[in-house]
């Protein structure tokens, strides 16, 4: 039996969200019955390109769209037709996304599959435009449409997508045996950090405007307040972390701030911690807040993001604006409480990776 291939349009493979996602499902997969390929948009290699190539599959490049997005959709199009792909998967919320799959449906591909990742796009006013106009396509063009949560899906396919069968949902779901709790490893990690007593907040997210790194200092220079002993691990990269690691010295709290930088071990650095806060202004459905439940950790985080995020009640919701409220809700967990595995609920919740890697493979090979 031939093997079944996947191609999926992405920007890079770097560790955004929805590029975490699809390796999850990549990895759960049988290969010699599945492969998942990746056309990207620019030329230097990804975070996770080794680890593709590793596991048998390709990685074609293509002009950016940003700098000629005809010739990019050419060259998605030949790419399709060349090598005779069926199934070709784009995952975005950019308003341009749904004409990468007219341009996979001239090359031949026959299943036509669009992942809503998010509820807004950075941008302003041009892009909302956009998503109003061009956008209208990711309701006609494809034919599997999936989104993490129902507002995800709302803001690509239209209000009721789920409701009226028009779009499905998919979890994000969770590798339980990688991520998980345990006090050996909590160990290991403070004592590699050189964590005594300190207590421990955590972030995990690309340094970009929605994610709001720039309230999350306001926060936790409230918090040093109530907390002198707090220090704040930032793990991540992106176009924003000059300015946010220039605001920490402007504040005099960069002696207390981790730049973590990309991490492999992102399951262990959350054991070592203590909090988990996150103020981002929009999410489709975050993976690093299902991430940081599955290693049994208190989750603050803003209310624009879905109230499905919460799947184990770990999880607590706050406006944003008030950076006071903030530090007393994420500090009053300092004195401790009780970690422990959340495999069996994640499991009940179908939020575990091998249930939703065999969704992934239904609806996306056929």
């Known amino acids: 039996m031939s093997v079944k291939r996947l191609l ?51 990685i074609y490049r293509i002009p950016s769209k940003s700098q000629d997005f005809r010739k990019s959709l050419k060259a998605l199009e030949e790419i399709v037709r060349d090598n005779g792909y069926e199934n070709v998967l784009c995952s975005s919320v950019k308003p341009g996304t749904a004409l990468e799959l007219v341009a996979a449906k001239k090359g031949g591909a026959k299943r ?93 997210g690309r340094f970009a405007k929605a994610k709001n790194h720039s309230f999350l200092l306001d926060v936790f220079e409230e918090m040093l307040k109530l907390k002198p002993n707090s220090v704040l691990m930032l793990t991540g990269i992106g176009e924003l972390e000059d300015e946010i690691r220039q605001k920490a010295q402007d504040k005099n709290i960069a002696d207390k701030i981790r730049f973590l930088g990309l991490r492999n071990d992102v399951p262990k650095v959350l054991c070592a911690a203590d909090v988990f806060v996150f103020p981002s202004f929009y999410e489709g459905m975050p993976n690093t807040v299902i991430e940081a439940q599955a290693i049994s950790l208190h989750c603050v985080i803003s209310d624009k993001i879905t109230p499905d995020a919460d799947i184990t009640g770990l999880v607590e919701y706050l406006p944003l604006g008030d950076a006071k409220l903030w530090a007393q809700t994420a500090t009053k967990y300092a004195d401790g409480y009780d970690r422990h595995d959340m495999s069996e609920i994640f499991k009940e919740q179908k939020y575990d990776s091998e249930t939703t890697a065999k969704e992934f493979v239904k609806y996306c090979f056929g």
Do not use: W
């Open 112 to 204: 036509l599959i669009y992942r809503s990742s998010n509820t807004s796009v950075d941008g302003g006013t041009k892009q909302k435009i956009l998503h109003s106009t061009i956008g209208q396509l990711a309701k006609i063009v494809p034919t599997v449409k999936f989104a993490p949560s129902k507002e995800a899906a709302e803001y690509c396919f239209g209000k009721g997508c789920i409701k009226k069968g028009k779009a499905f949902l998919l979890h994000n779901g969770i590798d339980t045996s990688v991520y998980r709790y345990s006090d050996e490893t909590r160990d290991e990690m403070r004592k590699e950090f050189g964590f005594t007593d300190e207590y421990v907040v955590a972030h995990v």
């Open 8 to 58: 999926c349009c992405m920007s890079s493979m770097n560790t955004g969200g929805a590029e975490t996602f699809l390796m999850k499902q990549y990895r759960r997969m049988d290969k010699e019955k599945y492969q998942m390929d990746f056309c990207v948009n620019v030329a230097e290699r990804g975070f996770y390109d080794d680890e593709i190539e590793a596991l048998g599959g390709r």
